[in-house]
């Protein structure tokens, strides 16, 4: 590993008087036959203060940035946070919605057994053998004979409305 002129080791090479790395000579000359750096130009720039005041004009203008930043950043946040309470407001919606759903479900579900069960409950006591017997003995009735039935054709498919009596043969 080399040193620089600062004494700290690198493995990169050496270092220039402001830190900067650069790629080592071909050639080391080590002893008394080593150059001497100036000492009146290390001098001038150790005298020489470095310059902390920054003009007014950069004072101002970055001031004016950081408010139009600052403005910028909470113009921001408040768009995030504004879209955030949509989004939450926007999704208890859904979920109450679907909620809703669920139950009115369960209630058709409900009516749909209850219908079920009406309807079974209807239709198992009619004895249609019953039916027969009570309309041909109690009420007189008869089938109907080919001389009573009239037969037409439908041109107008699957109903018909009528506006007035069948005709008589």
């Known amino acids: 590993m080399?040193?620089?002129t600062y004494g700290r080791t690198t493995q990169y090479g050496r270092r220039d008087d402001r830190g900067r790395r650069y790629a080592p000579m071909a050639y080391?000359?080590?002893?008394?036959a080593a150059r001497q750096l100036e000492p009146e130009r290390e001098e001038r720039r150790r005298r020489?203060?470095?310059q902390q005041k920054r003009p007014v004009r950069y004072e101002k203008r970055v001031s004016s940035y950081d408010?139009?930043?600052?403005?910028f950043l909470i113009g921001a946040t408040v768009m995030t946070l504004g879209s955030c309470f949509c989004y939450l407001h926007a999704s208890?919606?859904?979920t109450a919605t679907q909620s809703q759903i669920a139950s009115l479900q369960e209630e058709l579900t409900e009516i749909?057994?209850?219908n079920n069960a009406l309807t079974e409950s209807m239709n198992t006591p009619i004895d249609l053998e019953e039916v027969y017997?009570?309309?041909t003995t109690e009420f007189g009735m008869v089938y109907a004979d080919e001389s009573q039935i009239i037969y037409y054709d439908s041109s107008a498919g699957d109903y018909i409305r009528q506006y007035e009596d069948i005709p008589d043969r």
């Open 133 to 135: 017997r009570k309309a």
């Open 92 to 94: 208890a919606g859904v």
């Open 112 to 114: 749909l057994e209850v």
């Open 2 to 4: 080399a040193r620089d």
């Open 67 to 71: 408010l139009k930043y600052t403005l």
């Open 28 to 32: 080391y000359t080590e002893g008394s």
């Open 48 to 50: 020489r203060p470095r």
